[in-house]
């Protein structure tokens, strides 16, 4: 089979555009800019080119996989279109590469990279085994993808964005957050949670469905606490229905003594049979608990014991961007985190407090489309208030226009406190090193991670 790519830089893409490129397919694709990651699929042997040119698509291809975040005014996407060539998205070529697989799926606006990197990860180590198709780079792979022949499971993230999931039906689904996001696809948060309803319901039966305790599946769905307390509204669920949480006595698994020793976070996991004492996450965020709960629920549930799941969590060793060390001295530590919704940043800079109290907290952080700046600005206002130096860059537009007075400044001025700045990425460089940081974080899911490798090399010498 000859496969064509329309966007195959990015994360998901890529994920499948090895695999077809290991079965031994011919695999080629365009996108916009080159990256780290569309480097390393020519060195792998995929032909990538970067000119929006119909002369450079090959003269044989069977199929065109292409990404929602390509525009269809693209001239590729336009030409092949009138060419009748067969073309598909992403999410439609997932689906079909799970059929027949026993699918361990995991939704959620955010969590599912590092949930469904862990589970791939424990699942690897065992006699199960598995396939997985990743939304990050797992470093225990250092690939998003995996290739298990002799497994009959494969675990995927499944994307909420242009309802992308409901193409999978699992065997085992997880949903691990459903806070609004993506409503310039879906219009309404009420149309957004219909779509994790319709997920939820495509869990096979006789299969899982792993539930964030609390989790809202109703438009109203906060208390005057602030907190989800309704209870899941879901039909026609054929599947065994189990809950978990990092906070709290009441889900079926949950976790309790958590405690830091040497930058290495332990916990007790209780199940709904027994208690798991000790279990240790290292090199971790304080959030990474809640997804390991996640993944525990998941893989128990298939069958792994104990001692696989302890050590599986124990020799984890995380996904790039996501509460990424890049330097860890006694003096100066450097974390990056692909966090660009506000429940994310809140998260990730719970975790950094938590590991790092009392220290000075420099964040550099890059919003991610003009449509989530406009739609969290409050919130995304609030939770950057928090931070001793907060550094903004303009915002990173992806697949979308400008929108007239919605930009970084906007919320830079809601931001309370006099210590915020807008930077360029050149500005960056200068900048950080002179506000004298414990601990700098970058966050955002644009192009800042092309930046922290430069911003590194400069802190290093500081170190």
Not at 190 to 218: D, H, N, V
Not at 257 to 279: A, E, K, S
Not at 293 to 305: D, E, I, P, Q, R
Request: glycine fraction near 6%; charged fraction near 25%; charge should be negative.
């Amino acid at each position: 089979m000859n496969y064509y790519f329309l966007g195959i830089g990015g994360i998901g893409m890529s994920a499948i555009a090895r695999f077809f490129h290991q079965r031994g397919d011919t695999v080629s694709g365009y996108d916009r800019t080159e990256s780290p990651l569309t480097r390393q699929l020519v060195q792998e042997g995929i032909a990538v080119h970067y000119e929006d040119n119909p002369a450079l698509i090959p003269d044989k291809i069977d199929l065109v996989v292409y990404t929602p975040a390509v525009p269809k005014d693209t001239a590729e996407f336009q030409c092949l279109l009138q060419k009748g060539v067969p073309m598909e998205k992403r999410s439609q070529v997932l689906g079909e590469l799970t059929r027949g697989k026993k699918c361990v799926a995991v939704a959620g606006t955010h969590g599912k990279t590092s949930t469904s990197s862990m589970i791939a990860h424990i699942l690897s180590r065992t006699k199960l085994g598995c396939s997985a198709f990743l939304g990050g780079i797992a470093k225990n792979f250092d690939s998003n993808m995996i290739v298990d022949n002799k497994s009959e499971y494969v675990v995927v993230e499944a994307d909420e964005y242009d309802r992308s999931f409901l193409q999978l039906h699992p065997f085992c689904s997880v949903i691990t957050a459903t806070d609004p996001d993506h409503l310039d696809v879906y219009g309404t948060y009420e149309q957004m949670l219909e779509a994790f309803r319709q997920y939820a319901s495509q869990t096979e039966p006789g299969g899982t469905l792993i539930l964030k305790e609390g989790i809202s599946m109703c438009e109203e769905h906060e208390h005057h606490d602030g907190h989800e307390h309704h209870e899941i509204q879901l039909e026609n669920v054929e599947a065994a229905i189990h809950t978990y949480t990092a906070h709290g006595l009441e889900a079926d698994y949950y976790s309790q003594n958590v405690r830091n020793y040497n930058g290495n976070i332990y916990f007790d996991l209780r199940t709904p049979q027994r208690v798991l004492y000790d279990l240790e996450l290292p090199n971790t965020a304080l959030y990474s608990v809640e997804n390991a709960v996640a993944a525990a629920a998941a893989v128990l549930s298939l069958g792994v014991s104990d001692t696989e799941l302890r050590e599986g969590l124990r020799t984890y060793a995380g996904v790039r961007r996501r509460f990424d060390y890049h330097i860890k001295t006694k003096n100066l530590v450097m974390i990056d985190d692909y966090a660009h919704h506000p429940q994310e940043i809140a998260a990730c800079l719970e975790s950094v407090r938590y590991l790092y109290p009392g220290k000075r907290l420099v964040v550099v952080f890059q919003p991610h489309l003009y449509s989530r700046t406009r739609d969290f600005a409050d919130e995304f206002a609030k939770v950057l208030s928090s931070v001793d130096e907060l550094i903004m860059m303009p915002i990173y537009p992806a697949r979308e226009q400008r929108i007239p007075g919605v930009s970084s400044s906007m919320v830079l001025h809601k931001v309370k406190g006099l210590s915020k700045y807008l930077c360029s990425a050149e500005q960056v460089l200068e900048l950080v090193p002179a506000l004298y940081p414990d601990v700098v974080v970058t966050m955002g899911a644009g192009d800042i991670d092309r930046l922290v490798p430069r911003l590194e090399e400069v802190l290093a010498k500081e170190a």
